[in-house]
């Protein structure tokens, strides 16, 4: 299994630009998330999913759309980039539902820097 | 809404010396659960406390919960250079949301580095 797999790696966008933070997983988990982290925040939610079709906001949403059409991608979508969203992104997913009850596990991060 | 407050945000020490990190709620927590981060990498679980005064022990990590179930404490004996890191602390949110009380809140965590 490859776990959770999160591309691109790094990305620099200019302000204004759009542009879609891809996630997967091949681990058949139900529950799947996207955090934010930033120096002094610890991880902050933005978005999660309990399941193909639901989607829910998490502490941090302005700014960025998700879908979740398969159970293995949740794609996370910055509709107009700000210096603000400069930040380092994990995707996370875990097998039950209830992610406050199940491990997580991460992918290794996307570094994004909106100049 | 919750607030999970971690001290200290960062911490120092000798290679050898013990470490402690506490983990403190504003809401009772059903759960916590502990997560480290090595520097440039992703948080990987470590363990999940469920009752009240609850113990537990990895090699040389000792993990607690509160008896009130609302703040928890990391306890590394005798660090190594292996332990550098951030550690963290989460647990689900106070109010349920749509779904259930199925949302992690993660604490601002504390960043250990060791001095050889």
């Known amino acids: 299994n490859a776990g959770v797999t999160q591309t691109p790696k790094f990305q620099v966008l200019k302000t204004g630009q759009s542009m879609t933070l891809q996630c997967a997983q091949d681990?058949?988990?139900?529950?799947m998330s996207w955090y934010r982290q930033d120096p002094g925040m610890g991880l902050r939610l933005i978005h999660y999913?309990?399941?193909?079709?639901?989607?829910d906001q998490g502490e941090v949403p302005n700014g960025y759309n998700v879908s979740r059409s398969t159970t293995e991608d949740f794609p996370l979508r910055l509709l107009s980039a700000a210096p603000s969203q400069t930040s380092v992104y994990f995707c996370?997913?875990?097998?039950?539902?209830?992610?406050?009850?199940?491990?997580?596990?991460f992918g290794p991060g996307t570094r994004l820097t909106v100049l | 809404g919750q607030q999970v407050m971690q001290i200290p945000q960062y911490q120092h020490v000798q290679e050898g010396e013990d470490f402690t990190t506490y983990c403190n709620s504003s809401?009772?927590?059903?759960?916590i659960q502990w997560y480290k981060q090595r520097p440039g990498g992703h948080p990987v679980f470590l363990i999940q406390l469920v009752k009240s005064g609850e113990v537990k022990k990895q090699k040389r990590l000792t993990f607690q919960f509160g008896e009130a179930k609302k703040n928890s404490s990391l306890h590394i004996t005798a660090t190594q250079t292996t332990d550098v890191g951030t550690y963290f602390c989460?647990?689900?949110?106070?109010?349920?949301?749509?779904?259930?009380?199925?949302?992690?809140?993660f604490g601002t965590g504390t960043r250990l580095t060791i001095i050889p």
């Open positions: 989460a647990g689900p949110p106070g109010q349920v949301s749509n779904f259930g009380n199925e949302k992690l809140t």
């Open positions: 996370a997913s875990s097998y039950a539902w209830r992610a406050s009850t199940d491990t997580q596990y």
């Open positions: 999913s309990v399941g193909a079709g639901i989607t």
């Open positions: 681990m058949n988990h139900e529950y």
């Open positions: 809401t009772t927590l059903s759960n």
